[in-house]
């Protein structure tokens, strides 16, 4: 007999024969006493105890829910009280609920294959035979049967004039040790007809760190490559969809059709975006409230619209913050479900952080502008407050000055700077050929580090607030004239993509000093 008191060999015939009938994960304890936790046909724990059970040793009352902490955590579970015959809990069993289990992923097989993007499972063999493939790959003409079974291998059906770029970049990127790719290229259909598409993939490898397989997401974007070549626009790629697998970048959620947009879904990636699952479908959060209050009022609009309009799908682009208060831009493409009245009803929606593109968008629209600015004036002082302007609309810069080399005083001078106190500027202002500052940008390698300043400046620089600088020498005719120095009071370190921005801008920018600074020195 069960007793308050039973221990885990008393609750092992129950606990087997629960585990054996079901198939499930199954857990078992006494009100006194730990239990048994059995999995794949064996007992894992023989000293088990999990926060559902004891919540239900405590209340007496069937619980089905998300378990907080624990072995289950995120996952649905379903315990329930086991009496005594005189009607006290004396102990709880519990098991994984498959049928919550089976619902989400019912949600995520129903958003992915009502997209337009076909996800792919391959493994890093030659022309990449597939281990799994979306349904929606039937937009191609090909059915998942024509990849599964090994008739068709997807490198096969990218067109032979890109089939080489591909692999080329796909194995330079795997040499790197890069974790994902992004190619665009032909494939021909099953009818023959070539579309351009877009891939995005996760390179996997196992625990020698070795590539065993890749998990792309193909998507077709004919249309806009056609659009681009007869418009004659570059356009930048959106990355609307990522593969539903946690390891992708795209982020999956299922909305009620209610104001700010409470979620009953998130998929488990969402951690990305520094949330947890529970944060939305608890209620803690909702999705509205992340969103950016000077964007909130459009996605509103323009779901509204759609809606109204009898849309299925739509895409938008806005702005959200993270659970530790960063801005990013996303991109997100959203389904809209509606009843058999034609009621729109739930949401379905991928959110894919698109702040990169944004980024690398604006630096280039700057460097273009930057030049176009830089031709019409012969002024140095223009020219300097032109080159920090344009440095400091990037994201995180938000100090800098332009130091020029003072060859009869043999030193270098600060003649233009922004975002630094009086203060500091008055040490900052100029450092001697033999300092330690003078002497590394002689070095002529640009320099990431807070290490360029000498130690009696260190205080300086830490009083000032600065955490990240860059400083790039400025190179006219084999000779180092003087640097470009960016600081920022906020990032940790200055990014690569604002890191080969600045040396472009270096470059751009000592064309249009030098020759001003050798004319006064002529004159």
């Known amino acids: ?84 015959e005189e009607g006290e809990v004396i102990a709880a069993i519990g098991i994984v609920d498959l049928l919550s289990a089976l619902k989400m992923q019912e949600i995520i097989r129903t958003v992915v ?89 996760f390179i996997q490898r196992n625990e020698d760190g070795e590539v065993t397989h890749f998990q792309g997401l193909v998507l077709d974007v004919t249309e806009r ?81 759609n809606i109204a309009e009898g849309q299925d799908s739509f895409s938008i682009e806005y702005r959200i913050f993270t659970g530790d208060g960063k801005m990013l831009w996303v991109d997100e493409k959203t389904f809209i479900q509606r009843d058999k009245e034609g009621k729109a009803t739930h949401i379905q929606g991928i959110v894919v952080d698109i702040t990169e593109q944004k980024e690398a968008q604006k630096m280039l629209e ?13 002024n140095l002082h223009t020219i300097l407050d032109l080159v920090l302007d344009a440095c400091l609309q990037i994201h995180g810069l938000d100090a800098g000055g332009v130091y020029i080399k003072d060859e009869l005083m043999d030193q270098i001078n600060l003649v233009a700077s922004r975002g630094i106190s009086p203060e500091f500027k008055e040490k900052v202002s100029k450092y001697k050929a033999e300092s330690n500052e003078a002497k590394q940008i002689w070095t002529e390698k640009p320099i990431y580090s807070l290490d360029f300043y000498s130690e009696n400046m260190a205080e300086a620089v830490k009083e000032e607030g600065i955490t990240a600088v860059a400083i790039i020498p400025l190179k006219y005719s084999n000779e180092i004239i003087g640097s470009l120095n960016l600081a920022s009071h906020t990032l940790d370190k200055i990014p690569w993509s604002i890191r080969n921005f600045l040396e472009s801008i270096a470059l751009q920018a000592v064309n249009h000093i030098a020759p001003v600074c050798i004319q006064a020195d002529l004159s």
């Open 1 to 84: 007999m069960i007793s308050e008191d039973a221990g885990p060999e008393e609750l092992e015939a129950i606990a087997v024969a629960v585990h054996s009938l079901l198939g499930l994960p199954t857990t078992i304890r006494s009100l006194k006493r730990k239990g048994l936790r059995l999995e794949n046909g064996e007992i894992i724990d023989r000293d088990y105890t999990g926060p559902v059970l004891e919540e239900v040793l405590r209340t007496g009352m069937t619980v089905r829910g998300v378990p907080k902490g624990g072995t289950y955590l995120g996952r649905n579970v379903a315990v329930c009280p086991i009496f005594s």
């Open 113 to 201: 294959n009502n997209s337009p993007a076909v996800v792919f499972l391959w493994r890093r063999d030659e022309k990449w035979p597939s281990e799994f493939v979306s349904e929606n790959v039937v937009q191609f003409g090909y059915t998942v049967e024509d990849f599964i079974s090994g008739n068709i291998l997807y490198g096969n059906i990218i067109h032979p004039d890109d089939q080489k770029k591909v692999e080329e970049m796909l194995e330079q990127r795997i040499r790197r040790g890069e974790v994902d790719f992004n190619a665009e290229y032909r494939i021909f259909t099953k009818a023959g007809d070539l579309r351009w598409v877009n891939e995005r993939t």
């Open 225 to 305: 490559k056609e659009n681009e070549e007869a418009l004659r626009k570059s356009f930048e790629m959106q990355r609307l969809l990522k593969t539903i697998i946690n390891n992708s970048q795209a982020v999956a959620f299922l909305w009620e059709n209610k104001e700010n947009l409470p979620a009953e879904y998130v998929s488990e990636n969402v951690t990305q975006l520094g949330y947890t699952v529970e944060d939305f479908t608890t209620g803690k959060i909702v999705y509205g409230n992340i969103i950016h209050r000077d964007d909130i009022a459009k996605v509103i609009e323009t779901l509204k619209r």
């Open 366 to 378: 700057v460097q273009r502008e930057l030049v176009t600015n830089l031709n019409t004036t012969w």
